[in-house]
């Protein structure tokens, strides 16, 4: 079964530019979050979408936005870009299943931002 | 809120010795426990797991044993190999394993032959 997938795997944009990520989960997983790691702050979670629609949400201002579409796949979307929203953006798919111990979420390679 | 401590790093351990990496957290539930890995320029891959106490998850010769009365998920492995050189991160998950994660700050360990 494939993994989790996103593209582009490096992205280079300047100050006050918008950026769209894309994620692509494993077959049959309804679940899909969002991290921003970086080396100050270390894994910190976004936001996460099931069913398209935003489930969980995490302590980041609304520059930060995302989406997911009918076959699960997402894209998150950085607006007016800063030079701290540098950092390795990771995408983690999961079954979705509410209150389940046993799920368990599966990352991506993530894609790196950089900022200038 | 949740959350996890984890040792500091840099580990540096010579090949053959053994590795502990100390993990305690608190939760408001009743959390699953995950260790991940990060090998250089790449994402996390899940290491290992355990959803509820006395539960010990292994994979790869790690080994980490969920303990309620200590709050801790201690990894261990009896002999590092170089290529086990990475980042480990002992995550949290509250309420069910697709709920947010809580991850530690990662432990870099660097085994030399």
């Known amino acids: 079964k494939a993994g989790v997938t996103q593209t582009p795997r490096y992205l280079i944009k300047t100050r006050g530019q918008q950026v769209t990520l894309s994620c692509s989960p494993i077959?049959?997983?309804?679940?899909v979050s969002w991290y921003q790691q970086t080396p100050g702050q270390g894994l910190q979670f976004l936001f996460e979408?099931?069913?398209?629609?935003?489930?969980n949400k995490g302590n980041f201002p609304g520059r930060f936005s995302g989406r997911q579409f009918s076959n699960s796949r997402s894209e998150m979307n950085v607006s007016t870009l800063e030079l701290g929203d540098s950092a390795l953006y990771l995408c983690?798919?999961?079954?979705?299943?509410?209150?389940?111990?046993?799920?368990?979420?599966?990352f991506g390679p993530g894609t790196r931002l950089t900022v200038l | 809120g949740d959350s996890v401590t984890q040792m500091e790093g840099p580990v540096t351990l010579s090949e053959e010795a053994f590795l502990t990496i100390n993990c305690t957290y608190t939760?408001?539930?009743?959390?699953?426990l995950f260790w991940y890995v990060q090998y250089p320029g790449e994402g996390l891959q899940l290491l290992l797991k355990?959803?509820?106490?006395?539960d010990k998850g292994s994979n790869k010769g790690f080994e980490a044993t969920y303990r309620k009365e200590t709050t801790s998920f201690h990894l261990e492995k009896g002999s590092v190999q170089v290529s086990d050189s990475a980042v480990y991160f002992c995550?949290?998950?509250?309420?069910?394993?697709?709920?947010?994660?809580?991850f530690g700050k990662g432990t870099r360990l660097s085994v030399i032959a």
């Open positions: 995550a949290l998950s509250d309420l069910g394993g697709n709920t947010p994660l809580v």
């Open positions: 355990a959803t509820k106490a006395d």
């Open positions: 983690a798919s999961s079954l979705g299943t509410s209150g389940a111990p046993t799920d368990t979420q599966y």
């Open positions: 077959s049959g997983h309804r679940s």
């Open positions: 939760a408001t539930g009743y959390p699953s």
């Open positions: 979408y099931f069913s398209e629609t935003q489930r």
